[in-house]
Structure formats: C-alpha cells, structure tokens
C-alpha cells in the first residue's frame, strides 16, 4: 500500500515537472532542446564536401512595431548547431536574424552563406578564432532558410564546417530592418554615430523630416573617398565612428551610417547592393507610416520626394542632372538586400 503511495507521488513529481518545463520553454522548444543536445555529440567532425566560393564584390560607387528602445541581437542558445570549429545560433529568427561565429584559429579565409525561399545566396566573411558573435538579416522574410559555414581549402574551393537549416515566421516583417547586422552595425564602435542620430531626430516632428534630416546630415558631412575606392578590398566592412570621424568613405560608408542612424531610431531601412547602370553600387529603401515603403530610397527637394542615394548626391553636389538621375528607378537594380 505504502509502495503504490509512494509511485504515485513519483509519478505526480515528475509530470509536474515535466510540464513545467514544457510550459518554460514551450512543448516544441523542449523537444529541439533535448534534440539539440543530442545531436551536438556527433557534431564534431569537419565535412569535407568541396564547394567553390568566389569572393563577393565590394559596393563601391503592413506598418512596423515601434520600437522603444534600440533591438540588438542576441545569441541566447535556445536552438544553436555547434562544434569543434563553429557555432551556429538561431534562436532569433523570429525577429529576422541568425548569428554565426567561427571560434577555432585558422590562417584560411572563412565564409558564411545564408540561403532563403528565393534561392538568392548570400556570401559573408567570418573572422577566425572570433570571440564575438556576428549578425546575419534573414532578408528573404518568412520560409526555409539554410545557413552554412565554410573554411577555404586552397583558392576558390571552400570545405563546409557547419550547415543548419530552420523554418522562419517573422511576427513582424520589419524586423530584419530594425537591428543591426554585420553590413549595417551600429552595435560596435557607432557610439557616435547613433548619439548623433537622436540629436538630429530630437528636432524632427515626423518621420519624414528625421529620414530628411539623417539624409542631408550624410550628404553635407561626408565627401567621396576616391583614394579609398581605388584600394578598398573585398571583405571591407564600414566602421561607423571612423567613417564619421574622417568625414569621408566610399559608397558602402555612406549607406551603411544612413542606415544605422536610422534603424538605430526605430525607422524600418533597407540597405540594398545591386547595380547603378553599369556600376555595383549601394542605396537605401525606407518605410514612414505616412507612405509605407518608399523604394529606392528618397530625397526631398522642397517639393516631392525623389529616389534617394547618398552617395551619388553628395558627390554631384546634388546637382539638377544627378537628382534626376537618381529620382529614375530604372536606373537601379536590386541584388541583395541587407
């Protein structure tokens, strides 16, 4: 008798358990959980399936939830893929990113490659021996992503480390355009940058005049760094401060501090690379709750909103020709989106 009292205790003991824990974490998360755990002890090994990777190009020539205070990303370690070399954390994806680190030392170069619903396959460099973690945007919004980490073998052939794939469902469409990520990083080193943005915002009654006031700041701050687009490398990665301390940079400079003040304020941006005509170039798309998303990005000439690219109006004076030119959407096509 005191034998079937005492199971029965047991048994009580540890479905309350089990359903607290359930409860915590969610039913589904519990299972990825003890899942996770057990997969990571087979995870150890290097796969040696060859791929080639050419070196990227560098770019050089529904209403959002507001915010209330700056998003950061954050590798919480709820759904990650590991081992010996790399880590993989996507535990995030519903606020539109995942993160990646590769923690072993290596001499070789090092890549990640993001690959969304529409097939488009995003390249990235990684730092070897990396203590920190770096943010990649789920920019194909919601559907099947693969992530993949990659260390070089010898020229363009690349050996997969890593490789993870999940389904995304963003509660919020926005979301990979509010953070920050490595092309758009104003969590390192932007300090400045982002003090800056609040005090021009500060100033501003809508959305329209902060986007106006980032954009004229960038345009009559910075000038055209020639020397620097001649010499820049692929990998080349702008650093918010410094570009802002200098007062010059090449056009990945000019996009990336544009968008970084602005996302840093709660304004929705896209940083896009594609093509200017024949030039590999960079622009940003903003959302206002007044237009919704204003494509190619904008410039207000006192009048009408016009395409907006700041490097490409800073250089020409914004000059009557140049304006023109950039207020023609034709004119640009979208590769990547950032």
């Known amino acids: 008798m005191k034998s079937n009292r005492k199971k029965k205790v047991l048994f009580l003991l540890i479905g309350t358990i089990i359903f607290s824990i359930s409860i915590y974490f969610g039913q589904s998360e519990l299972v990825r959980f003890i899942s996770r755990d057990f997969n990571n002890d087979f995870e150890w090994e290097t796969e040696f399936a060859e791929v080639e990777i050419e070196d990227e190009m560098l770019a050089l020539a529904e209403t959002p939830i507001s915010p209330m205070y ?12 590991k081992n010996k070399k790399a880590q993989i954390d996507y535990s995030n994806t519903v606020d539109g990113y995942v993160m990646v680190k590769f923690v072993a030392d290596s001499t070789k ?3 990640a490659q993001v690959k969304g619903p529409s097939e488009n396959t995003y390249t990235y460099n990684l730092t070897a021996g990396a203590s920190s973690w770096t943010t990649f945007p789920l920019s194909d919004e919601n559907g099947e992503y693969k992530v993949t980490v990659f260390e070089n073998v010898n020229e363009n052939k690349y050996a997969t480390v890593l490789s993870v794939k999940f389904s995304v469902s963003m509660e919020d469409p926005f ?61 080349y990665l702008p650093v918010l401060d410094k570009v802002l301390s200098e007062k010059k940079g090449i056009c990945f400079d000019y996009a990336a501090m544009l968008a970084g003040m602005l ?15 024949s030039v590999y170039h960079s622009w940003i798309n903003v959302y206002t709750e007044e237009s ?39 004119n640009y096509k979208a590769m990547f989106i950032y």
């Open 263 to 277: 996302r840093s304020q709660g304004i929705p941006c896209k940083l896009i690379v594609g093509y200017a005509g």
């Open 109 to 111: 170069k090092i890549k």
């Open 70 to 81: 700056t998003m950061m990303p954050e590798a919480s370690g709820k759904l990650e893929k």
């Open 175 to 235: 979301a990979p355009f509010l953070r920050p990520n490595q092309y758009v990083n104003y969590e390192v080193d932007a300090k400045n940058t982002v003090a800056k943005a609040a005090e021009l915002f500060a100033e501003q009654n809508t959305t329209l005049d902060k986007i106006r006031a980032a954009y004229e700041f960038v345009v009559t701050t910075l000038t055209y760094d020639t020397e620097k687009a001649a010499t820049v490398q692929s990998g």
């Open 292 to 330: 919704g998303w204003i494509n190619s990005a904008i410039y207000f000439d006192g009048y009408s909103w016009k395409l907006m690219d700041p490097t490409f109006a800073s250089s020409g004076n914004q000059s009557a020709p140049i304006m023109k030119y950039i207020g023609d959407s034709k």
